[in-house]
Protein backbone atom coordinates (compact mmCIF):
# COMPACT_ATOMS: atom_id res chain seq x y z
CA UNK A 1 0.00 0.00 0.00
CA UNK A 2 1.21 3.54 -0.76
CA UNK A 3 2.36 5.82 1.66
CA UNK A 4 -0.25 8.03 2.93
CA UNK A 5 0.35 11.50 3.99
CA UNK A 6 -3.07 12.72 5.29
CA UNK A 7 -4.12 16.22 6.12
CA UNK A 8 -7.09 17.10 8.34
CA UNK A 9 -8.66 20.56 7.39
CA UNK A 10 -9.04 23.03 4.14
CA UNK A 11 -8.28 26.52 5.65
CA UNK A 12 -5.14 28.01 4.75
CA UNK A 13 -2.68 26.27 6.46
CA UNK A 14 -4.43 23.02 5.21
CA UNK A 15 -4.22 23.79 1.37
CA UNK A 16 -0.57 25.10 1.52
CA UNK A 17 0.38 22.08 3.53
CA UNK A 18 -1.29 19.94 0.93
CA UNK A 19 0.29 22.08 -2.44
CA UNK A 20 4.02 22.15 -0.26
CA UNK A 21 3.65 18.10 0.12
CA UNK A 22 2.85 17.92 -3.29
CA UNK A 23 5.65 20.18 -4.17
CA UNK A 24 8.78 18.06 -2.42
CA UNK A 25 7.20 14.58 -3.84
CA UNK A 26 7.17 15.80 -6.98
CA UNK A 27 10.97 16.91 -7.10
CA UNK A 28 11.67 13.73 -5.38
CA UNK A 29 9.90 11.80 -8.47
CA UNK A 30 7.33 9.99 -5.63
CA UNK A 31 4.52 9.10 -7.81
CA UNK A 32 4.07 6.25 -5.09
CA UNK A 33 2.85 8.68 -1.74
CA UNK A 34 -0.67 9.55 -1.31
CA UNK A 35 -1.67 13.29 -0.08
CA UNK A 36 -5.03 13.40 1.03
CA UNK A 37 -6.72 16.74 2.40
CA UNK A 38 -10.34 15.22 4.44
CA UNK A 39 -12.47 18.53 5.05
CA UNK A 40 -16.15 19.16 5.16
CA UNK A 41 -16.46 20.66 1.83
CA UNK A 42 -13.49 21.13 -1.47
CA UNK A 43 -13.06 24.80 -1.11
CA UNK A 44 -11.15 27.38 0.69
CA UNK A 45 -13.10 29.55 2.81
CA UNK A 46 -12.04 33.20 2.87
CA UNK A 47 -12.27 33.38 6.76
CA UNK A 48 -10.81 36.76 7.32
CA UNK A 49 -13.56 38.60 5.12
CA UNK A 50 -16.12 36.75 7.23
CA UNK A 51 -17.03 40.16 8.91
CA UNK A 52 -17.95 41.87 5.32
CA UNK A 53 -21.02 41.50 3.39
CA UNK A 54 -22.16 38.85 0.49
CA UNK A 55 -20.34 35.61 2.76
CA UNK A 56 -21.80 33.38 0.35
CA UNK A 57 -19.38 34.13 -2.42
CA UNK A 58 -15.90 34.24 0.02
CA UNK A 59 -14.96 30.97 -0.80
CA UNK A 60 -12.64 29.12 -3.39
CA UNK A 61 -13.05 26.12 -4.86
CA UNK A 62 -10.31 23.47 -5.18
CA UNK A 63 -11.10 20.28 -6.72
CA UNK A 64 -9.63 21.71 -9.79
CA UNK A 65 -6.52 22.68 -8.00
CA UNK A 66 -5.87 19.57 -5.61
CA UNK A 67 -6.44 17.53 -8.81
CA UNK A 68 -3.82 19.69 -11.28
CA UNK A 69 -0.91 18.54 -8.19
CA UNK A 70 -2.26 15.50 -7.63
CA UNK A 71 -4.06 15.82 -4.28
CA UNK A 72 -6.44 13.71 -3.43
CA UNK A 73 -9.89 15.38 -1.52
CA UNK A 74 -11.84 13.26 1.43
CA UNK A 75 -14.54 14.81 2.34
CA UNK A 76 -15.99 14.47 5.76
CA UNK A 77 -15.53 15.60 9.44
CA UNK A 78 -12.68 14.15 11.22
CA UNK A 79 -13.92 13.65 15.12
CA UNK A 80 -11.33 11.08 15.90
CA UNK A 81 -7.66 10.74 16.56
CA UNK A 82 -6.14 7.07 16.94
CA UNK A 83 -2.80 8.22 17.21
CA UNK A 84 -1.27 4.54 18.40
CA UNK A 85 -2.96 2.66 15.12
CA UNK A 86 -2.62 6.06 13.56
CA UNK A 87 -5.75 6.64 12.46
CA UNK A 88 -8.72 9.15 11.97
CA UNK A 89 -12.19 8.89 12.58
CA UNK A 90 -14.99 10.39 10.40
CA UNK A 91 -18.24 11.25 8.99
CA UNK A 92 -18.57 11.38 5.05
CA UNK A 93 -20.97 13.59 3.35
CA UNK A 94 -23.66 10.60 3.19
CA UNK A 95 -23.16 10.60 6.55
CA UNK A 96 -21.70 7.16 7.23
CA UNK A 97 -18.52 6.58 10.00
CA UNK A 98 -15.62 6.03 8.20
CA UNK A 99 -11.80 5.50 9.23
CA UNK A 100 -8.80 6.05 6.80
CA UNK A 101 -4.86 5.22 7.97
CA UNK A 102 -2.14 7.31 7.38
CA UNK A 103 1.81 6.93 7.61
CA UNK A 104 1.83 10.70 8.28
CA UNK A 105 -0.68 13.18 9.88
CA UNK A 106 -0.74 17.36 9.56
CA UNK A 107 -3.59 18.47 11.87
CA UNK A 108 -4.68 21.56 10.15
CA UNK A 109 -8.35 21.39 11.93
CA UNK A 110 -8.32 25.32 12.59
CA UNK A 111 -10.27 27.73 15.55
CA UNK A 112 -13.48 28.45 16.49
CA UNK A 113 -14.53 31.20 18.21
CA UNK A 114 -14.26 30.85 22.10
CA UNK A 115 -18.13 30.34 23.66
CA UNK A 116 -17.63 30.96 27.75
CA UNK A 117 -20.32 30.28 30.05
CA UNK A 118 -22.53 33.69 29.36
CA UNK A 119 -26.11 32.93 30.22
CA UNK A 120 -27.96 33.35 26.63
CA UNK A 121 -24.80 33.07 24.34
CA UNK A 122 -25.70 29.81 23.03
CA UNK A 123 -29.04 31.01 22.33
CA UNK A 124 -29.05 34.75 21.43
CA UNK A 125 -25.78 35.42 19.81
CA UNK A 126 -24.54 35.53 16.54
CA UNK A 127 -21.03 35.22 15.43
CA UNK A 128 -18.76 35.81 11.84
CA UNK A 129 -16.82 33.14 12.75
CA UNK A 130 -18.00 30.66 10.57
CA UNK A 131 -19.28 31.00 6.51
CA UNK A 132 -22.70 29.79 8.54
CA UNK A 133 -22.91 31.83 11.21
CA UNK A 134 -21.83 34.85 9.35
CA UNK A 135 -24.71 33.93 6.79
CA UNK A 136 -27.30 33.52 9.59
CA UNK A 137 -26.22 37.00 10.69
CA UNK A 138 -26.06 38.51 7.44
CA UNK A 139 -29.80 36.87 7.15
CA UNK A 140 -30.75 38.13 10.08
CA UNK A 141 -29.50 42.00 9.31
CA UNK A 142 -32.00 41.44 6.12
CA UNK A 143 -34.86 40.80 8.22
CA UNK A 144 -34.33 43.74 10.20
CA UNK A 145 -35.98 45.95 7.38
CA UNK A 146 -39.57 44.41 8.01
CA UNK A 147 -39.42 44.94 11.80
CA UNK A 148 -41.17 48.09 13.25
CA UNK A 149 -38.40 51.42 13.87
CA UNK A 150 -37.14 50.71 17.59
CA UNK A 151 -34.10 51.32 19.25
CA UNK A 152 -33.92 48.09 19.39
CA UNK A 153 -34.02 47.31 16.19
CA UNK A 154 -31.44 49.58 15.03
CA UNK A 155 -28.69 49.13 17.39
CA UNK A 156 -26.36 46.15 17.83
CA UNK A 157 -24.02 45.50 20.45
CA UNK A 158 -20.46 43.98 19.15
CA UNK A 159 -19.07 41.88 22.15
CA UNK A 160 -15.08 41.96 22.06
CA UNK A 161 -12.96 44.97 20.54
CA UNK A 162 -10.17 42.99 18.98
CA UNK A 163 -9.15 42.50 15.40
CA UNK A 164 -12.41 40.77 14.61
CA UNK A 165 -14.39 43.22 16.60
CA UNK A 166 -13.19 46.55 15.17
CA UNK A 167 -13.16 45.27 11.91
CA UNK A 168 -17.04 43.98 12.32
CA UNK A 169 -18.13 47.11 14.05
CA UNK A 170 -16.46 49.37 11.71
CA UNK A 171 -18.17 48.01 8.72
CA UNK A 172 -21.99 47.97 10.06
CA UNK A 173 -22.76 50.63 10.25
CA UNK A 174 -22.63 51.16 5.98
CA UNK A 175 -24.48 47.80 6.07
CA UNK A 176 -27.07 49.15 8.19
CA UNK A 177 -27.89 51.70 6.07
CA UNK A 178 -28.15 49.76 3.19
CA UNK A 179 -30.64 47.74 4.80
CA UNK A 180 -32.56 50.02 6.92
CA UNK A 181 -32.06 53.47 4.58
CA UNK A 182 -30.48 56.20 5.50
CA UNK A 183 -33.19 57.47 8.12
CA UNK A 184 -32.75 54.83 10.30
CA UNK A 185 -29.78 56.41 12.36
CA UNK A 186 -28.35 52.91 13.39
CA UNK A 187 -26.20 52.97 16.58
CA UNK A 188 -23.44 50.43 16.72
CA UNK A 189 -21.85 49.53 20.54
CA UNK A 190 -18.38 48.15 21.32
CA UNK A 191 -18.37 46.71 24.77
CA UNK A 192 -14.84 45.65 25.36
CA UNK A 193 -13.12 44.32 29.17
CA UNK A 194 -10.11 46.58 27.57
CA UNK A 195 -9.39 49.98 29.17
CA UNK A 196 -9.57 51.91 26.30
CA UNK A 197 -10.72 52.41 22.52
CA UNK A 198 -8.55 49.74 20.81
CA UNK A 199 -6.31 48.52 23.91
CA UNK A 200 -5.95 45.06 22.52
CA UNK A 201 -4.17 46.05 19.44
CA UNK A 202 -1.47 48.77 20.90
CA UNK A 203 -1.28 52.67 21.09
CA UNK A 204 0.28 52.67 17.20
CA UNK A 205 -2.85 52.21 15.54
CA UNK A 206 -5.22 53.34 18.25
CA UNK A 207 -5.82 56.83 16.77
CA UNK A 208 -6.93 55.30 13.81
CA UNK A 209 -9.88 53.57 15.12
CA UNK A 210 -10.29 56.29 17.22
CA UNK A 211 -10.74 58.39 14.08
CA UNK A 212 -12.73 55.71 11.97
CA UNK A 213 -15.07 54.91 15.28
CA UNK A 214 -15.70 58.46 15.63
CA UNK A 215 -16.46 59.18 11.46
CA UNK A 216 -18.73 55.78 11.59
CA UNK A 217 -20.51 56.80 14.50
CA UNK A 218 -19.50 53.54 16.56
CA UNK A 219 -19.70 54.13 20.37
CA UNK A 220 -17.01 52.13 22.77
CA UNK A 221 -17.97 50.81 26.09
CA UNK A 222 -14.30 49.98 26.97
CA UNK A 223 -13.25 48.70 30.45
CA UNK A 224 -16.75 46.74 30.60
CA UNK A 225 -18.07 42.91 29.71
CA UNK A 226 -21.27 41.37 29.02
CA UNK A 227 -22.96 39.21 31.86
CA UNK A 228 -26.19 38.03 29.90
CA UNK A 229 -27.92 37.79 26.58
CA UNK A 230 -31.40 37.54 25.69
CA UNK A 231 -33.64 37.82 23.08
CA UNK A 232 -34.09 41.73 23.61
CA UNK A 233 -30.43 43.00 24.67
CA UNK A 234 -27.44 42.66 27.31
CA UNK A 235 -27.34 42.57 30.60
CA UNK A 236 -23.67 44.70 31.82
CA UNK A 237 -21.66 43.69 34.46
CA UNK A 238 -22.54 47.10 35.92
CA UNK A 239 -26.31 46.65 35.73
CA UNK A 240 -27.34 48.45 32.83
CA UNK A 241 -29.09 47.11 30.03
CA UNK A 242 -29.02 48.00 26.00
CA UNK A 243 -32.31 47.06 24.16
CA UNK A 244 -30.60 45.21 21.28
CA UNK A 245 -31.99 42.37 18.09
CA UNK A 246 -28.21 42.05 17.25
CA UNK A 247 -25.81 40.77 19.28
CA UNK A 248 -22.34 39.72 17.94
CA UNK A 249 -19.77 37.56 19.78
CA UNK A 250 -16.06 38.09 18.63
CA UNK A 251 -14.63 37.35 21.78
CA UNK A 252 -11.44 35.37 21.71
CA UNK A 253 -11.23 32.27 19.75
CA UNK A 254 -9.67 28.39 20.77
CA UNK A 255 -8.17 25.82 18.78
CA UNK A 256 -10.25 22.71 17.04
CA UNK A 257 -10.99 20.22 19.56
CA UNK A 258 -9.20 17.37 18.03
CA UNK A 259 -6.29 18.93 19.63
CA UNK A 260 -7.38 17.39 22.56
CA UNK A 261 -6.91 13.97 21.21
CA UNK A 262 -2.99 14.14 20.70
CA UNK A 263 -0.65 14.11 23.67
CA UNK A 264 1.46 17.18 24.03
CA UNK A 265 1.78 20.43 25.50
CA UNK A 266 -0.70 22.77 24.80
CA UNK A 267 -1.11 26.41 25.30
CA UNK A 268 -4.08 28.09 26.67
CA UNK A 269 -5.97 28.33 23.23
CA UNK A 270 -5.46 25.13 23.03
CA UNK A 271 -2.66 24.54 20.35
CA UNK A 272 -0.13 21.81 20.27
CA UNK A 273 3.43 22.76 20.85
CA UNK A 274 5.52 22.15 17.71
CA UNK A 275 9.36 22.06 17.24
CA UNK A 276 10.73 24.36 14.62
CA UNK A 277 9.48 22.35 11.54
CA UNK A 278 6.21 21.94 13.16
CA UNK A 279 6.36 18.42 14.39
CA UNK A 280 4.09 17.92 17.41
CA UNK A 281 6.54 17.62 20.35
CA UNK A 282 6.56 14.34 21.47
CA UNK A 283 4.95 12.82 18.84
CA UNK A 284 6.42 10.84 15.51
CA UNK A 285 3.95 10.88 13.22
CA UNK A 286 2.09 14.33 13.16
CA UNK A 287 2.42 17.39 12.54
CA UNK A 288 0.26 20.35 13.57
CA UNK A 289 0.12 23.88 11.29
CA UNK A 290 -1.88 27.23 11.02
CA UNK A 291 -4.44 27.62 14.52
CA UNK A 292 -3.70 23.93 16.11
CA UNK A 293 -0.43 25.09 16.42
CA UNK A 294 1.80 26.72 18.89
CA UNK A 295 4.91 27.41 17.01
CA UNK A 296 7.75 30.05 17.74
CA UNK A 297 8.11 32.77 14.79
CA UNK A 298 11.24 33.92 16.06
CA UNK A 299 13.56 33.85 18.36
CA UNK A 300 12.59 36.90 20.56
CA UNK A 301 9.88 34.79 22.08
CA UNK A 302 6.87 35.71 19.70
CA UNK A 303 4.11 32.78 18.42
CA UNK A 304 2.14 32.33 15.47
CA UNK A 305 -0.95 34.09 15.91
CA UNK A 306 -4.94 32.82 14.90
CA UNK A 307 -4.21 34.34 11.08
CA UNK A 308 -4.06 33.31 7.78
CA UNK A 309 -0.76 35.42 7.89
CA UNK A 310 0.49 33.16 9.75
CA UNK A 311 -1.30 29.73 8.73
CA UNK A 312 -0.14 30.34 4.92
CA UNK A 313 4.00 30.04 5.28
CA UNK A 314 3.01 27.46 8.45
CA UNK A 315 1.25 25.64 5.41
CA UNK A 316 4.02 25.60 3.43
CA UNK A 317 6.17 24.59 5.53
CA UNK A 318 4.37 21.77 7.41
CA UNK A 319 3.56 20.07 4.19
CA UNK A 320 7.40 20.05 3.28
CA UNK A 321 8.37 19.32 5.81
CA UNK A 322 5.71 16.19 6.96
CA UNK A 323 6.91 14.72 3.14
CA UNK A 324 10.55 15.61 3.92
CA UNK A 325 10.14 13.24 7.27
CA UNK A 326 8.47 10.40 5.09
CA UNK A 327 11.18 11.02 1.94
CA UNK A 328 14.16 10.90 5.03
CA UNK A 329 15.51 14.20 3.46
CA UNK A 330 16.16 17.19 5.64
CA UNK A 331 13.58 19.38 6.85
CA UNK A 332 13.39 23.18 6.82
CA UNK A 333 13.08 25.61 9.63
CA UNK A 334 10.14 27.58 10.49
CA UNK A 335 10.31 31.02 11.14
CA UNK A 336 8.39 34.29 10.46
CA UNK A 337 9.86 37.11 11.61
CA UNK A 338 8.37 39.72 10.19
CA UNK A 339 5.04 40.43 11.17
CA UNK A 340 2.39 43.25 10.04
CA UNK A 341 -1.37 43.69 10.68
CA UNK A 342 -3.93 45.76 8.17
CA UNK A 343 -7.24 46.29 10.19
CA UNK A 344 -10.15 47.30 8.22
CA UNK A 345 -11.80 50.34 9.09
CA UNK A 346 -15.07 50.49 7.21
CA UNK A 347 -15.76 54.00 5.22
CA UNK A 348 -12.55 55.35 7.28
CA UNK A 349 -10.07 53.40 5.34
CA UNK A 350 -7.99 50.75 7.18
CA UNK A 351 -4.53 50.67 9.25
CA UNK A 352 -1.59 49.12 8.13
CA UNK A 353 1.21 48.78 10.67
CA UNK A 354 4.65 46.67 10.91
CA UNK A 355 6.73 44.69 13.43
CA UNK A 356 4.93 43.53 17.28
CA UNK A 357 4.55 46.82 18.18
CA UNK A 358 2.54 47.79 15.33
CA UNK A 359 4.19 50.55 14.21
CA UNK A 360 1.66 52.38 12.08
CA UNK A 361 2.67 52.80 8.20
CA UNK A 362 -0.82 53.88 6.48
CA UNK A 363 -3.89 54.63 7.19
CA UNK A 364 -7.13 55.71 5.55
CA UNK A 365 -7.62 55.16 2.32
CA UNK A 366 -3.89 54.40 1.32
CA UNK A 367 -4.45 51.20 3.89
CA UNK A 368 -7.88 50.44 2.27
CA UNK A 369 -5.94 50.05 -0.86
CA UNK A 370 -3.47 47.62 0.75
CA UNK A 371 -6.50 45.59 2.54
CA UNK A 372 -8.63 45.61 -0.45
CA UNK A 373 -5.80 43.99 -2.27
CA UNK A 374 -4.60 41.63 1.03
CA UNK A 375 -8.56 40.27 1.43
CA UNK A 376 -9.10 39.94 -2.42
CA UNK A 377 -5.90 38.39 -4.36
CA UNK A 378 -2.73 37.94 -1.97
CA UNK A 379 -4.90 35.50 0.57
CA UNK A 380 -6.42 33.25 -2.31
CA UNK A 381 -5.06 29.94 -3.36
CA UNK A 382 -3.05 30.08 -6.90
CA UNK A 383 -5.02 29.10 -10.06
CA UNK A 384 -5.28 25.36 -10.93
CA UNK A 385 -2.10 24.81 -12.76
CA UNK A 386 0.67 22.17 -11.77
CA UNK A 387 3.92 24.20 -12.40
CA UNK A 388 2.16 27.41 -11.17
CA UNK A 389 0.94 26.09 -7.80
CA UNK A 390 3.81 23.76 -6.56
CA UNK A 391 6.41 26.75 -7.23
CA UNK A 392 3.46 29.22 -4.95
CA UNK A 393 4.20 26.40 -2.34
CA UNK A 394 8.17 26.72 -1.97
CA UNK A 395 8.72 27.46 1.91
CA UNK A 396 11.47 29.33 1.25
CA UNK A 397 9.54 31.83 -0.71
CA UNK A 398 10.46 35.18 1.13
CA UNK A 399 7.92 36.24 3.55
CA UNK A 400 7.25 39.95 3.12
Given at each position: ?266 DA ?64 VY ?26 KL ?38
Amino acid sequence: MNPHILIIGAGFAGVWSALSAARLLDQAQRGDVTVSVLAPQPELRIRPRFYESDVHGMKAPLGALFEAVGVTFIQGHADTIDVDGRSVGYTDNHGQRQRIGYDRLVLAAGSQVARPAVPGLAEHAFDVDQMESAMRLERHLVDLAALPASPARNTVVVCGGGFTGIETATELPARLRAILGNDAAPRVIVVDRGASIGAALGAGITPAIVAACEQAGVEWLAGTSVMGIDAGGVTLDNGDYIASKTVIWTVGVKASPLTAQVPGERDALGRLRVDEHLKVIGQAHIYATGDVAWAAVDERGNHALMTCQHAIPMGRHSGNNVAADLLGVAPVVYRQPKYVTCLDLGDWGAAFSEGWERELKLQGQEGKALKRQINSVWIYPPAADRAQALAAADPLIPIV
